[in-house]
T-cell receptor, first 116, second 112 residues
Framework: ETGVTQSPTHLIKTRGQQVTLRCSSQ?????VSWYQQALGQGPQFIFQ???????GRGNFPPRFSGLQFPNYSSELNVNALELDDSALYLC???????????????FGPGTRLTVT | EDKVVQSPLSLVVHEGDTVTLNCSYE??????LLWYKQEKKAPTFLFML????IEKKSGRLSSILDKKELFSILNITATQTGDSAIYLC????????????FGKGTLLTVNP
C-alpha cells in the first residue's frame, strides 16, 4: 500500500508569483483535503476534493484553488503569493464511501513553502 | 466558527512519567475527534473517537471522549524520549463536506 506523497518538499517563491503543489493520495483513497500549517499553529483546512469536485472550503481567499484528477491525485494552486502564505502545506487522503460515514485522514509529508 | 483548544501548549517531563493532554471543542455538527502525532512534518494518525465514553487504547497511549462535556484526553504512560512530538487534536464536523478543525497542538518533550 502506497502512502500519501507530496511534491516538491521545499519551495521558495517571490511575493506576487504563483505556485502549484502536488499530492498523490494513498492507494484506494478517493478524497483529498489540503491544509495550511503556519509555524506554531495547527493545520488549517483549505478545501477538500471528492470525485474531482471541491467539496467544502475553509476561510481562504479565491486565489487558493485546486484540482483533483481521475486518479484522485490533486493540485493546490496559489496565485499572487503573499508573505503570509509561507507555511507547511499538507495534503491528506481518505476513503469516502459516500455513505455519510466518518473516516480517518492520512497525511503526506507536506511541502514547505517560503515566500520572500 | 468551529473551535478546538488544546492544553497545555507545552509540557516537559522525564522518561517514565505519565502525561495527560487535553482537548476541548465547540463545533457544529460534531462527527468525530482524532488525535495525531507530529514529529517532523506529516501528522501520524493515532486514534479516532466517535462515541462518548469509549476509551481507545494502543500500547502506552489511550484516549477517551466526553461528548457531553465536549472534551477529550490523551494519556501516555511510561513516557519515552521517542514520545517527544507535537500532539494534535482535530475534530471532524459537517455532513457531506466533512472537514477537520485542528487545535494548536501540545508540544511534549520527554527528557532522559
Amino acid at each position: 500500500e502506497t502512502g500519501v506523497t507530496q511534491s516538491p518538499t521545499h519551495l521558495i517563491k517571490t511575493r506576487g508569483q504563483q505556485v502549484t503543489l502536488r499530492c498523490s493520495s494513498q492507494s484506494g483513497h478517493n478524497t483529498v483535503s489540503w491544509y495550511q500549517q503556519a509555524l506554531g499553529q495547527g493545520p488549517q483546512f483549505i478545501f477538500q476534493y471528492y470525485r474531482e469536485e471541491e467539496n467544502g472550503r475553509g476561510n481562504f481567499p479565491p486565489r487558493f484553488s485546486g484540482l483533483q484528477f481521475p486518479n484522485y491525485s490533486s493540485e493546490l494552486n496559489v496565485n499572487a503569493l503573499e508573505l503570509d502564505d509561507s507555511a507547511l502545506y499538507l495534503c491528506a487522503s481518505s476513503l469516502d464511501r459516500g455513505l455519510a460515514e466518518i473516516y480517518e485522514q492520512y497525511f503526506g509529508p507536506g511541502t514547505r513553502l517560503t515566500v520572500t | 466558527e468551529d473551535k478546538v483548544v488544546q492544553s497545555p501548549l507545552s509540557l516537559v517531563v522525564h522518561e517514565g512519567d505519565t502525561v495527560t493532554l487535553n482537548c476541548s471543542y465547540e463545533v457544529t455538527n460534531f462527527r468525530s475527534l482524532l488525535w495525531y502525532k507530529q514529529e517532523k512534518k506529516a501528522p501520524t494518525f493515532l486514534f479516532m473517537l466517535t462515541s462518548s465514553g469509549i476509551e481507545k487504547k494502543s500500547g502506552r497511549l489511550s484516549s477517551i471522549l466526553d461528548k457531553k462535556e465536549l472534551f477529550s484526553i490523551l494519556n501516555i504512560t511510561a513516557t519515552q524520549t521517542g514520545d517527544s512530538a507535537i500532539y494534535l487534536c482535530a475534530v471532524g464536523s459537517g455532513g457531506s463536506n466533512y472537514k477537520l478543525t485542528f487545535g494548536k497542538g501540545t508540544l511534549l518533550t520527554v527528557n532522559p
